[in-house]
């Protein structure tokens, strides 16, 4: 059976730091790309970044650009995003995703394997 589990949420004021980690478990990952999505209460669970299966290629909703790296370990199984600069407006549940494909991609509807969120709060 596949699991995703998310760690490293918490509470950061506006300007720090967090590193989330996703472990995955049940197959091997690497063919597969890996991807970040975050929801708010009464919004729609938004697409944060994406890295391919072999962690050439990634992908960034513009907002995030410059602030968020997404990164992958393919001999742990894991996905990280080291979120920078961080903003009240990036608070929410933040979710790792397994994708459909090999290729990294935005759609919400090409990953198949869903851990169960870690929230992320930035205080102003």
């Known amino acids: 059976q596949v699991q995703l589990v998310e760690s490293g949420g918490g509470l950061v004021q506006a300007g720090g730091s967090l590193r989330l980690s996703c472990a995955a478990s049940?197959?091997?990952?690497?063919?597969?790309?890996m991807g970040w999505f975050r929801q708010t209460p009464g919004r729609e669970r938004e697409f944060v970044a994406a890295?391919?299966?072999?962690?050439?290629?990634?992908k960034y909703v513009d907002s995030v650009k410059g602030r968020f790296i997404i990164s992958r370990d393919n001999l742990k199984n894991s996905v990280y995003l080291q979120m920078n600069s961080l903003k009240p407006e990036d608070t929410a549940v933040y979710y790792c995703?397994?994708?459909?494909?090999?290729?990294?991609?935005?759609?919400?509807?090409?990953?198949?394997?869903w851990g169960q969120g870690t929230q992320v709060t930035v205080s102003s």
């Open positions: 890295i391919s299966g072999s962690g050439g290629s990634t």
């Open positions: 049940g197959r091997p990952f690497s063919s597969y790309a």
């Open positions: 995703a397994v994708g459909r494909y090999s290729f990294a991609t935005v759609s919400l509807s090409n990953y198949d394997y």
